[in-house]
């Protein structure tokens, strides 16, 4: 069983670019969610997608968003980068249906100067 | 207040210890919680999953929900220098298992 594989692993961009991060699903899942961790902090929801759908939002500004695939493969692309959008940005996938658990990729280091 | 708090950290015990780790909620709503493990570089690896209120045993390890005190709790029985991590708690509504709220998460150092 494959896990959930992200890529890159770390990033270095200048204030005010594009980013675009990639994420593979756990082998037969089917929504895949993204996260922000900062530094020493937990986790924080940004969106989830469904069926190829955004289906779920936490709180973040439009310039964060994403993409699924039919792979149920997905992307997340932050535009117009600030410097507190440094971070740890984490996939997640699961399967669809509201009461399976959450399992993480390594995630993407992204530093922004 | 925040929804979801965590017992500050770092927390070191020497090897054999039981550990004990703690988070408090807000929302009375969470049927859902997690207790997952951060290794350094690493994603977050889930541990425990538990649904309501009482107690999931996994070898070293116990999850425990008090729904109405709105207070979770991991035990970890003989603790070992591999479980030296950061532990994270997370809990979540009914159907909504994708948006998890997290605690701040606490660093465990386990001593040889």
């Known amino acids: 069983e494959t896990g959930v594989t992200q890529s890159p692993t770390h990033l270095i961009k200048t204030r005010g670019q594009q980013v675009t991060l990639r994420c593979s699903s756990q082998?037969?899942?089917?929504?895949v969610s993204w996260y922000q961790q900062a530094l020493g902090q937990g986790p924080q929801f940004i969106f989830q997608y469904y069926r190829e759908e955004e289906n779920g939002r936490g709180n973040f500004p439009p310039r964060f968003s994403g993409l699924q695939f039919p792979n149920y493969s997905s992307e997340l692309n932050v535009n117009a980068l600030e410097l507190d959008d440094s971070a740890l940005y984490l996939c997640?996938?699961?399967?669809?249906?509201?009461?399976?658990?959450?399992?993480f990729g390594n995630g993407t280091r992204l530093t922004v100067t | 207040q925040k929804e979801v708090e965590q017992d500050p950290g770092p927390l070191s015990v020497p090897e054999g210890a039981i550990v004990s780790l703690n988070c408090t909620y807000s929302n009375s709503a969470f049927q859902y919680f997690m207790w997952y493990r951060q290794y350094s570089r690493k994603g977050p690896e889930l541990l425990m999953y538990?649904?309501?209120?009482g107690n999931k045993e996994d070898g070293r390890f116990t999850a425990q929900v008090d729904k109405s005190s709105k207070y979770i709790s991991l035990f970890i029985r003989d603790s070992q220098p591999s479980d030296s991590a950061t532990y994270l708690c997370a809990m979540s509504l009914p159907g909504a298992n994708s948006k998890l709220t997290f605690g701040k998460g606490i660093t465990l150092s386990v001593r040889p």
């Open positions: 538990t649904y309501s209120s």
């Open positions: 997640a996938s699961s399967l669809g249906g509201g009461n399976s658990p959450l399992h």
């Open positions: 082998s037969g899942h089917n929504t």
